[in-house]
């Protein structure tokens, strides 16, 4: 009964069609002309002669073989096994130390595909040598191998000869010297005392490049310890600091974050703060009034605040100063520079007559960042020269180049039989020791560190060693016929929980400190007095430090935050010393900045041809000079640049003038705001009676009345009311200036190095960068009562006063949300994303710079050459080693395009596709771009203005917000807060 | 047949006849260069030579070979750019403008001058290419359907309108040219031998289109010369008013001013007369035009030029007048910072060369005599260049936020790539002058009648 179905394909089959049937038989329904084709007889006549088809043939593989060079071959080595813990484009993190001697950190570690590629700070704040030491670590300019007397040998013959020698000296009874930095590794120190118990006869020097000997003196001296204090600047209502650069070098980095923390005028209270310097430091640049003086009336004035505390009569121009301070005792910090133990010592004891110990200085809970002595040193020098030292190792140092006497060091270290340096570099020093033992880079290592009381940090490696180093406590370990520091260091804190510890990076723990009171000392009185003539101090750069990263690009090429110079240290001298000794800086055709010479003469020692920068607030008669430069053996970026201000040391000057001109790197090459209101401020006093004190809104007057500028507008605007809309805002009250954000976006957004050349024509190519700028002694105030003309007016205001304040604003991509550079880019590289950025599409730019004209804030930069893989651009992106450091997020752009910032586009998408991925709301803590993550100050926010959780929302609330250049109504996604200063 | 007043002046001299005429324009093209041509042609050459081997180093290494820095991205490669077109537009005017107001007397002038556009504008367009920095995606900036997706250019940007506006002048310009230039190439194409310049006579037929001097073809190059006139005029106006808006759209203080459009014109045309001016009266001696290009050309042209100076010297006041009177203070100081700033020498030299030198013409003397037309000519196209540094540099250098203010200083490069396309123009201008008949003589010779001096002198 089944009844198959027949299906038809169309009605000549139904109807039985018999071609249906032919055509099944037949598979082609024509029959392919084959012979007809061969047989053709015009075929052999055809026009398309042999030559010819010769010739395409010919044209066409060259064609291809043209268009096949185009591609560059670039090698992938895929993971054989994939790592467990390694995905490639996922970012691992990892908590670990940053410690190299001078500056210490407890950060967060970004690596990608197993290579480190980003710092941030994890349980301490950052500044900009320690987001660029991710920078030292892909050095090629490193010790690779160890080396004997200057030639390459081998880890096991040299530890063969080492401990052969090193017995030879302890079965003689000679003495072994161990030179170190201050070691803030409480295992090393262990490490240290297990050698010396081998060794028998061993001696270990702690030196810092830059001492703070001298408060550790005093401390010992007034309290028995010795210890530096922690300091609680948030805790403090004054702040004095003589000479101390607490926000800038002084110490350590976390200080920028408490000094913000007690100045936040929203409390309707900001800190008092009192500068008292010669060379203007960054933290004078900051303070609400700032004292200029020479180095040597510093005592003087020291002391006579301290009988004025005490009843006597206060110096003029300290008198306010004191006043201020008996009227907050106990809520006061006096810090000084001074590396001078009787100097300290009465500070500590006007710290104390003000009742400041353990209210705002702690001693209880001391810090144990730097523990040099300088008196050991200079006896270990005496030692050696009289060949009482048979062993010298060296860890973390450069004397032959910190010490001012490196001479009497280096005469030594000839008469010292065994000389070992552990270094990351072949330095100064290395080179004229018998070994060289390549160290390994913090990023390398395993470690800990104890930088104050009960604090513990951890560091372990984010990388395997790239050249042949071993780390100093390996080699320590080594000589002592022991192995494997790692397991040592675990089992050095065995009642932790080492990976949990690991992971965060930190532990705390009980540690015994001394209870301490202040002893009776004899307060060392001085006379307020100065001496004659110019006198000489060194100062410390935030972008060198002591020089140990001297080879590092970004930092080389890190503007200073007030002179605005990079690669380069200068003689800092005040306008009018310069002109009474005839020296001028002067800007040649192209605006780079020249600048004079002289020889200086301190303590018997010459700088000759030594180049003269003319810096407001720079005390008269006073001249200073950056350590860290005048490197001889720092690697290809550090070497031959600036001059050694250590072998000079503090002291009077001669100065001789001598002709020739330098030339100068300046990315800003003028200082005033010429009465325009770029950064507006007011004072505390002011803000408090008024909160938009100072941020007066610009308007126009229209046929409808006053206008505020952002309401007289062409613009079709953009919609942000749903999804995103990243803001950012900057207080420049809390800005520092520290430059940390700078170096933290060149490593994020791989910007390029350009070199002291190009800075100089003003092509350097930083995405964020600070603008600095002085008050003037003309104002359009003054001008008006004064009834000067305008041509005279804007003459004078050009000219930075003699004493000026200093503001700086960090100055990126504004955003515009009415974008003058988006309009004018004929090919649309650059336009308006949906979240409030401006985008900028690198293959789409052709490279007309219109964009970079027409952008009110000159934050475009081009690029002018090809920065990468280039010879003449000799820096970490032509560099194998150096290009390891880049973000494979971000691309490294090529030449004739414009480039800028991007507000970290790459992390934001990161978050939302995490945030996506989470199935949640992307969290304010996360929003965050380089420059915001690295701001110790928290000056910097950034986030999503349509949600209200995140703190830039309400931060583009208040009173003091203001965007940039705002008559324009460029509308920017960037706002900043007004700058307020405590002037009561 | 043309009535002319007899008081008016013979713009023909030399008693000429039609033979006359056609002998001494096809001279050039027909005998052999003096020692004069071949010197000057040697010298441009080599400049010409120059620019090109500086612009392929700006091209292989970057544009970090000039001397532009993060503040001022603009400086020699838009002023020349400018400078350029400005030049062309006497050519456009006198051949476009004067046609319709019936001005006999540009007949002489207006085949040189329209040359002079031609090659001006060409020049002018090589520094849009090569000022990019990626000049092998110049593509990119024409609205080219592309396979990149929804990617287009943008309407918004006058860069995109100069494309277009450039474009279509260069076209409009050739065009023209070339239909005035079809009887006379034919007219050269008869005197030629077929057996002794067998080569050139076939190039010429070819160029002369198969002109035969019908009637019927009379009156068609007639009716398109009028209507191209009609299509070039608006062109005269509107190329150098959308060059202007490269400036004047932005908001950089010192460009962004209403009063471009209009006073760029008046600042191209003044340029672009002195420039006929000086070519011109080296052209008369050279080829021996002195009949034809007479002082009564040269006086006509010293009015415009008179004339056209003295209303850019009034936008120059109405400017300073306008930013002091705006009240703004960025807009003040950038015209301060221009007179009395650092480049206050290239302001000095602009106000001199523009604004006092054309008034030396309300002096008979200076404006009948060819030494002081020729020098003080020169002196105008000095002063426009600078007129557009100016304008361009001073602006940039210091706009609005001090920290970014800096200078600009050309490197060899920048110098080079300008004589280069100085020697270029040259270049291409002496070889127009020894294969192009460089005086319209089929509509010169219609007038010849009615203005030249034998039939003038007769009544």
Known sequence: MTKAKKYWKGLAELNDNPLVEKLKQNEFVEEIPVDKFLGDKELSSTSTSRRDFLKFLGFSTAAATLAACET????????????????????????????????????????????????????????????????????????????????????????????????????????????????????????????????????????????????????????????LPTYNFDKAEVIVSFGADFLGNWLNADYAKQYVAARNPKNGKMAKHYQVESTLSLTGSNADKRIQMKPSEQKGLLSNLFSALNGGTADSRIAKLTNDLKNNTGKSIIVCNSNDTEVQTLVNSINNKLGNYENTISLSNPSYLKQGNDVDVATLIEEMNAGKIDALITYNVNPSYTLQNAEAYNSGLAKVGLTIATSLYNDESAQKMMYACPDNHYLESWGDANPSNGIYTLMQPTIAPLFKGRQFQESIMNWIGKSDYHVYLQNFYTDIDWNQSLHDGYFTKNQFAANVTL??????????????????????????????????????????????????????????????????????????????MVNITVNAKTLKNVPVMIQPGQANDTVALAVGYGRTAAGKCGDGIGFNAFSLGNGNAKIEVVGGEYEFAATQLHHTMMGREIVKETTLEDFIKNPYSGNKQVTYATHNGEKPADQVTLWDEHDHSTGHFWNMSIDLTSCIGCSACVVSCHAENNVPVVGKEEVRKSRDMHWLRIDRYFSSDMTKELSKKEKTSAFDMYEKMEDPSGDPEVVFQPVMCQHCNHAPCETVCPVAATSHGSEGQNHMAYNRCVGTRYCANNCPYKVRRFNWFQYSDNDKFDFNMNDDYGKMVLNPDVVVRSRGVIEKCSMCIQKIQEIKLDAKNAGKRVRDEDAQTACSSACPTNAIVFGDVNDETHEVQSLKKEERAYTLLEHLNTAPSVFYQTKIRNKA | MQKEADIRDPLILGNKTYHDITKDISRPVEGKANKYWWILFSLSLVLFIWGILCMAYTIGTGIGAWGLNKTVNWAWDITNFVWWIGIGHAGTLISAVLLLFRQKWRMSINRSAEAMTIFGVAQAALFPLIHMGRPWLAYYVFPIPNQFGSLWVNFNSPLLWDVFAISTYFSVSVVFWYIGLIPDFAMIRDRMSATISPMKKKLYSFLSFGWSGKAKHWQRFEEVSLVLAGLATPLVFSVHSIVSMDFATSIVPGWHTTIFPPYFVLGALFSGFAMVETLLII????????????????????????????????????????????????????????????????????????????????????????????????????GMWFERFVIIVTSLHRDYLPSAWTMFSPSFVDIGIFLGTIGFFFTLFLLYSRTFPVIAQAELKSILKSSGSEYKNKK
């Open chain 1, 72 to 227: 560059p071959i670039n090698k992938v080595i895929p993971y054989v096994i994939k790592p467990e813990e390694i995905t490639p484009g996922i970012a691992n993190y990892y908590a670990t130390t940053m410690y190299d001697g001078h500056d210490y950190a407890s950060v967060l570690v970004k690596t990608r595909e197993g290579r480190p590629i980003k710092i941030d700070s994890n349980k301490s704040a950052t500044n900009a040598r320690i987001q660029a030491s991710v920078l030292s670590l892909y050095d090629s300019g490193r010790l690779k191998n160890p080396m004997k007397v200057g030639v390459d040998t081998d880890w096991n013959t040299a530890d063969a000869e080492i401990i052969t020698k090193l017995n030879k000296i302890q079965n003689n009874g000679g003495t072994i010297a161990i030179l170190s930095s201050t070691i803030v590794s409480p295992s090393t120190k262990q490490l240290i005392a297990d050698f010396s118990a081998a060794y028998g006869n061993v001696k270990h020097i702690q030196m810092d490049a830059v001492s703070y000997s001298g408060i550790l003196d005093a401390n010992e001296a007034s309290f028995g310890v010795r210890v």
């Open chain 1, 519 to 596: 002893f009776e000392v004899n307060v060392p009185s001085f006379d307020l007095s100065k001496s004659e003539g110019v006198e000489f101090e060194m100062y410390e750069k935030i972008s060198m430090g002591d020089g140990t990263q001297a080879n590092n690009p970004w930092l080389q090429e890190l503007p200073d935050p007030l002179s605005r110079a990079c690669w380069d240290n200068y003689l800092t001298m005040s306008a009018a010393t310069a002109a009474d000794l005839g020296i001028t800086n002067e800007n040649v055709s192209n605006g780079a900045l020249n600048g004079n």
């Open chain 2, 283 to 382: 052209m008369r001696k050279v080829v021996s035009l002195e009949s034809y290009i007479t002082i009564k050309h040269i006086e006509y042209m010293n009015v415009i030029i008179l004339l056209t100076g003295s209303l850019v010297g009034t936008a120059y006041i109405t400017e300073l007048f306008m930013s002091w009177y705006s009240g703004v203070e960025f807009e003040q100081y950038a015209f301060l910072n221009r007179a009395t700033g650092p480049y206050w020498w290239a302001y000095a030299i602009m106000m001199t060369c523009n604004v006092l030198t054309p008034q030396l013409y309300w002096i008979t003397k200076i404006r009948t005599s060819f030494v002081a037309t020729f020098i003080l000519s020169i002196f105008i196209n000095i």
